[in-house]
Structures are given as C-alpha cells and as structure tokens.
C-alpha cells in the first residue's frame, strides 16, 4: 500500500538554527500539507501546496516557515530560526483533491 | 475562531460493549466531517467520512445533525484493537484545498 515517507523520525536542534524536514508524498497525489501537533494538544493546520505554490496557510505559518517541492518526489517544511515553541511532531500529508488526507508517520522535531 | 470540541475521556469499556463519542463544531459553514484514529505518538488515519443520512462501515456507525452541528461515532461489539484516540475532523476547506480542523480526540481504552 503506497504510503507518505517522512525524513528524519526525530531532529533535535539548537534555537535559532535552520532545519529542514522532508516528506515523499503518494506518487500519484497533487494536493500536500504540513500540519503539526505539540505533545498532548490537537493536530493544527499549517499549510497547503498545490501546482508548485500554497494555497493557504495558518497564522503558526509565519516568515520563519517556507514549504518547496524541489523535485517531482519530495516536499519539504523548512523552519528558519527554530524556536522552543517549534517543538512537536510535524506530519506531512497528500491528498488527490478528493478530501482524504494521507498523513506521514511524522518528523518529532525537539528545539533545545 | 472554528472550533471542535469533543470530550477528551479517557473511556474504558469492556470488550464487546458498545461505544459512542460525540462531537460539536463551530463553522456553521463547514461542509466536510471525518473521523479519524491516532494511536499512540502515531499519525492519523482516517477512519471513515461522515454523511447527512448517516454511514456505517463494519462495526462503525457515524452521524451527522447540520442543525445541532453534532457529529457521532458509534462502535459495536468493540475490539482491543479499537483502543486509540478518536480525532473528529471538520474540513474547512474545499476539495483540493483541504485545511482540517481537528477536535482533541476521545481517548478509548477496551478491556479485556
């Protein structure tokens, strides 16, 4: 079963250094998000792509985030200047435009 | 500011019983409702859509009252299996374009 990859399990960083998470959605899928979830609170939206731009994106995603589809598999979330409240697991997630969301195992991003 | 509220449990039900969780969302407007599962430090995965007219798969059943803005789930004849958090999703979004709002979750524990 094809399934979203996700790139590192776990990335522990400093505050304010730069990182870059990675995510292989379904091959056959357009539509991919980031969403994220700090320990013990609810999964939050961050932002969706779509044709090599997003489409729309929260309030958490702010100028420190950006999202780039750099080649025709990957997907990817960078942060930055990580701070200590960028600490949660982040999920990616791809879709074919028709409301079901796959969602990656997760990257437990951890800023120290 | 679109909330989904559930009551977070935790439920401990024998195996066999019977089990439902509700749900209640803000956005009058919104148009899509799934309900997902998230094992524990796990990604979610959807479990199943959820339909005006009701919709049932296997041992699960879920409903829909657009005027109370109320979402159920119900689950038969539970398995140790079914031990998860029970994640009730509004996409506020369209299709293509999906930003899923979620609920807390409801966390089921079946004993044996």
């Known amino acids: 079963e094809p399934e979203v990859t996700q790139t590192p399990s776990h990335q522990v960083t400093q505050m304010g250094q730069e990182v870059i998470l990675r995510c292989v959605p379904i091959s056959n899928h357009l539509y991919f998000y980031w969403y994220r979830q700090i320990l013990g609170q609810k999964v939050e939206f961050l932002v969706s792509?779509?044709?090599?731009?997003?489409?729309?994106k929260s309030e958490i995603f702010d100028d420190q985030f950006s999202v780039e589809r750099p080649d025709g598999s990957n997907f990817t979330l960078k942060i930055r200047s990580t701070k200590l409240e960028d600490s949660a697991m982040y999920f990616c997630?791809?879709?074919?435009?028709?409301?079901?969301?796959?969602f990656g195992s997760g990257t437990q991003l951890s800023v120290l | 500011r679109k909330e989904v509220e559930q009551d977070p449990g935790p439920f401990n039900v024998p195996e066999g019983a019977t089990v439902a969780f509700n749900c209640t969302y803000s956005n009058s407007a919104s148009q899509s409702f799934f309900w997902y599962r998230q094992d524990c430090r796990k990604e979610p995965k959807l479990l199943m859509s959820v339909y005006s007219s009701g919709n049932e798969d296997g041992r699960f059943t879920a409903q829909l009252n657009r005027a109370s803005q109320y979402i159920s789930l119900l689950i038969r004849d539970s398995k140790l299996s079914d031990s998860a958090t029970y994640l009730c999703v509004v996409n506020e979004g369209t299709f293509g374009n999906e930003k899923l709002t979620f609920g807390t979750g409801t966390r089921l524990t079946i004993i044996p």
């Open positions: 792509f779509y044709n090599n731009e997003i489409s729309e």
């Open positions: 997630a791809s879709g074919r435009g028709d409301e079901k969301l796959f």
